[in-house]
């Protein structure tokens, strides 16, 4: 029973201390606009999926070319 409320606690700190900000909202909000600029936009542009639209057999061929270390 102690560890619930220790959490409680913790919680309502929390809950308390975003309650009373002031510029601490328009930070968030700065903050969750950049990670979804880049988790979902930048994703999209330069990290495409490499084996999307590849059958299981082309994946495994793909993936075994790579992991292969090159000779030359």
């Excluded at 220790?6 to 919680?11: D, L, M, P, S, V």
């Excluded at 950049?34 to 979902?40: E, G, N, S």
């Amino acid at each position: 029973m102690g560890i619930l409320n220790t959490f409680k606690t913790i919680g309502r700190f929390y809950v308390e201390g975003f309650r009373s900000m002031t510029w601490g909202r328009t930070l968030w909000l700065l903050v969750l606009l950049k990670l979804f600029i880049m988790f979902a936009v930048l994703r999209v542009f330069f990290f495409r999926p490499v084996l999307a639209g590849k059958t299981d057999e082309q994946k495994s061929e793909y993936v075994g070319n790579q992991l292969l270390p090159r000779v030359e």
